[in-house]
């Protein structure tokens, strides 16, 4: 995911009861979302804590670090996913295994800002974007209601909201 150069080098510190929307992109196995790359797994009905694969660039904590590219990565918009968001959609239709789905994700706590999107410290998945017919199969329902996750429908950008720096 290229989520393009920071804005700033202090990271923003987002309240988890007002977080950052960003679109971003899963491996499903097994029914569950993992990152690309069989990256981290993301547990059902909790947030995910970012940590540093590299954590021996800097201390085990904070992460995501400055001088690092460590943390849960979301685009600004669905829109930029671009690539992704092709090799999803025909993943799922295809019934790769692995398949790739994308969907929205909530951002808080530590969050550096890139042009593109951000890398954040807490993340949790809200909806899986509609790319294909989820009434079709079984196993996305089962992945929807094990994350307890709506089908959005892509496209539906929030307007960017006014972020400041801690
Ligand atoms: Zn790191």
Do not use: K
Not at 17 to 25: A, L, Q, V
Not at 41 to 61: F, I, K, N, Q
Not at 81 to 93: E, H, K, N, Q, T
Not at 116 to 139: F, Q
């Amino acid at each position: 995911m290229n989520i393009g150069r920071p804005v700033r080098q202090e990271p923003l510190l987002v309240p988890d009861h007002e977080p950052i929307s960003g679109s971003r992109m899963w491996q499903v196995e097994d029914g569950r979302l993992f990152g690309p790359a069989r990256g981290a797994g993301w547990p059902p009905g909790g947030p995910l804590w970012a940590w540093c694969p590299r954590a021996s660039l800097h201390d085990e904590r904070p992460v995501p670090h400055a001088r690092c590219t460590c943390g849960i990565y979301a685009m600004r918009s669905a829109g930029s996913l671009g690539r992704p968001a092709a090799i999803a959609a025909r993943s799922w239709a295809a019934r790769w295994n692995p398949a790739f789905v994308l969907g929205e994700v909530h951002l808080w706590g530590r969050v550096f800002e890139h042009d593109l999107g951000w890398r954040a410290e807490w993340a949790r998945p809200v909806g899986l974007y509609r790319t294909w017919d989820p009434s079709l199969d079984v196993s996305m329902q089962e992945l929807l209601e094990r994350y307890g996750l709506d089908v959005r429908v892509r496209g539906e950008d929030e307007p960017p909201r006014q972020l400041v720096p801690a």
